[in-house]
């Protein structure tokens, strides 16, 4: 159990600093080009710039109700990785918590 729990810790923080690189070369994109603003959907961020990564949106519809997807990929770029981010620290501080007080409790338990 403890071992799966910081696994899922370590994917949220590596997850958060993927979703900062996507933030920063959103924003990148909005401040260099003229023609986008700071309203640039998650949507169009990934089909323009990030192809390679839309493909998850296919995923995605596959796992959450239609209109749930179309909302999320309808948010700001620039405010959706942000949140991201802090969801994924948050949910990865909470996971090497839990997995730490694990470990000690096995320790009580074997001693």
């Known amino acids: 159990m403890r071992k799966t729990l910081v696994v899922l810790a370590w994917s949220g923080l590596i997850g958060a600093l993927f979703d900062a690189a996507i933030t920063v070369y959103a924003a990148w994109e909005v401040f260099?080009?003229?023609?986008?603003?700071?309203?640039?959907?998650?949507?169009?961020?990934?089909?323009?710039?990030?192809?390679?990564?839309y493909w998850l949106k296919d995923v995605a519809y596959f796992l959450a109700p239609d209109t749930l997807i179309d909302w999320m990929f309808s948010l700001p770029a620039?405010?959706?990785?942000?949140?991201?981010?802090?969801?994924?620290?948050?949910?990865?501080?909470?996971?090497?918590?839990?997995?730490?007080?694990?470990?000690?409790?096995?320790?009580?338990?074997?001693?």
């Open 32 to 53: 260099t080009s003229p023609g986008l603003g700071v309203d640039l959907s998650v949507d169009e961020h990934l089909r323009a710039h990030l192809r390679y990564l």
């Open 78 to 111: 620039l405010a959706y990785f942000p949140f991201r981010i802090v969801i994924n620290l948050l949910f990865g501080y909470w996971m090497l918590r839990w997995a730490r007080r694990l470990q000690k409790d096995e320790r009580v338990r074997f001693e």
